[in-house]
């Protein structure tokens, strides 16, 4: 009975023909007028073990139901997709609202089992990724930094601004109203990057600015570092705007854009157009302000010894008046 509903009904591929380099395949199957209607597949003969023919209705129930259009499987179990399409909420955020809310009100038979799947595995993927390439890169970057001025303090001050320009990109990101992404990642860390390279520049300014007025023994008190850093600082204004101007030039027509690929590469852009802006004031008002923290310390010392090699002196030069006296 099931071979003629398989090939007589359903039809079977009984063989091949080869047309020059062309392959089709011979399918077998009754006319289209003995099975186009539920009479007629009733209708449809089978034999028996003795040899007699009866239609198939005698040993079939032969009716129209709604079923699965493709039965699928995974791991040799059967599976169903439930799509959904998402709007004004991110893919991470609506996953985790549906995995609570199925587990309070969803109770699943014994052998059922639920994967949330699409695009929450890519992202899932993606997070785990970048736990692993943002500390790496964040590393790398102290360890340029170390190599460049050989000090650590130095180097945790660059470090310890990098999250005042991630602000400008947060901002900029919730006035677009972008979700985080793989994307938004790759467009902090770069973020990142060029926000620690204006910050190397910025100290190497106000370090040349500082050692200078030092040889010429003009670093006597905090007005003199004081006078120092707003030297280095505004020897910095030009370069730095110059930098900011270059780079946001270069990505707003980014956002601007439209076609392929201009979603993703607005999000990449979007951080660093927004973090270029506290850059900015991070580099010109932050770093000089935690540089005047950190060398006031210096310049109080050498003021102390100073003012110790000043009380000393008086009684050297009178030691040696009376010895001429003698």
């Given at each position: 009975m099931q071979d003629v509903i398989q090939s007589a009904i359903g039809g079977m591929n009984v063989t091949y023909?080869?047309?020059?380099?062309?392959?089709?395949p011979v399918n077998v199957r009754y006319m289209r007028e003995l099975r186009d209607n539920l009479p007629m597949l009733k209708r449809v003969l089978i034999s028996t073990p003795t040899g007699a023919k009866i239609p198939l209705e005698y040993v079939a129930d032969i009716e129209i139901k709604k079923g699965p259009p493709v039965i699928?499987?995974?791991?040799?179990?059967?599976t169903a997709w439930l799509y959904v399409d998402i709007r004004d909420i991110d893919v991470g955020t609506y996953v985790k609202l549906a995995k609570q809310a199925v587990e309070e009100k969803v109770?699943?038979?014994e052998g059922y089992s639920i994967v949330w799947s699409g695009q929450y595995e890519y992202m899932e993927r993606a997070q785990k990724r970048l736990q692993i390439v943002v500390p790496i890169t964040l590393v790398i970057i102290f360890l340029l930094?170390?190599?460049?001025?050989?000090?650590?303090?130095?180097?945790?001050?660059v470090m310890l601004s990098l999250p005042f320009s991630l602000v400008g990109g947060i901002w900029f990101?919730?006035?677009?109203?972008?979700n985080f992404s793989v994307a938004v990642g790759v467009g902090f860390i770069a973020l990142a990057g060029v926000?620690?390279?204006?910050g190397v520049v910025m100290l190497i300014y106000l370090d040349h600015a500082y050692k200078d007025r030092l040889l010429k023994g003009k670093m006597r008190n905090l007005g003199d570092l004081?006078?120092?850093?707003?030297?280095?600082?505004?020897?910095?204004?030009?370069?730095?705007?110059?930098t900011v101007t270059a780079i946001m030039a270069g990505l707003l027509p980014i956002l601007w854009g439209s076609g392929t690929g201009s979603q993703v590469m607005k999000r990449i852009a979007a951080p660093m157009v927004g973090g270029m802006v506290t850059s900015t004031i991070l580099t010109l008002i932050?770093?000089?302000?935690?540089?005047?923290?950190?060398?006031?310390?210096?310049?109080?010392r050498l003021q102390a010894q100073l003012a110790a090699g000043d009380s000393q002196a008086p009684s050297e030069a009178g030691s040696d008046d009376e010895g001429d006296k003698a």
């Amino acid at each position: 009975m099931q071979d003629v509903i398989q090939s007589a009904i359903g039809g079977m591929n009984v063989t091949y023909t080869v047309e020059g380099l062309e392959r089709y395949p011979v399918n077998v199957r009754y006319m289209r007028e003995l099975r186009d209607n539920l009479p007629m597949l009733k209708r449809v003969l089978i034999s028996t073990p003795t040899g007699a023919k009866i239609p198939l209705e005698y040993v079939a129930d032969i009716e129209i139901k709604k079923g699965p259009p493709v039965i699928k499987s995974e791991n040799a179990r059967k599976t169903a997709w439930l799509y959904v399409d998402i709007r004004d909420i991110d893919v991470g955020t609506y996953v985790k609202l549906a995995k609570q809310a199925v587990e309070e009100k969803v109770d699943f038979p014994e052998g059922y089992s639920i994967v949330w799947s699409g695009q929450y595995e890519y992202m899932e993927r993606a997070q785990k990724r970048l736990q692993i390439v943002v500390p790496i890169t964040l590393v790398i970057i102290f360890l340029l930094l170390y190599f460049n001025f050989k000090n650590i303090t130095e180097s945790l001050i660059v470090m310890l601004s990098l999250p005042f320009s991630l602000v400008g990109g947060i901002w900029f990101m919730y006035f677009l109203n972008y979700n985080f992404s793989v994307a938004v990642g790759v467009g902090f860390i770069a973020l990142a990057g060029v926000a620690a390279e204006t910050g190397v520049v910025m100290l190497i300014y106000l370090d040349h600015a500082y050692k200078d007025r030092l040889l010429k023994g003009k670093m006597r008190n905090l007005g003199d570092l004081y006078e120092a850093i707003i030297e280095g600082a505004v020897e910095r204004v030009r370069p730095k705007m110059m930098t900011v101007t270059a780079i946001m030039a270069g990505l707003l027509p980014i956002l601007w854009g439209s076609g392929t690929g201009s979603q993703v590469m607005k999000r990449i852009a979007a951080p660093m157009v927004g973090g270029m802006v506290t850059s900015t004031i991070l580099t010109l008002i932050v770093i000089p302000a935690i540089y005047y923290l950190w060398k006031s310390h210096e310049v109080k010392r050498l003021q102390a010894q100073l003012a110790a090699g000043d009380s000393q002196a008086p009684s050297e030069a009178g030691s040696d008046d009376e010895g001429d006296k003698a």
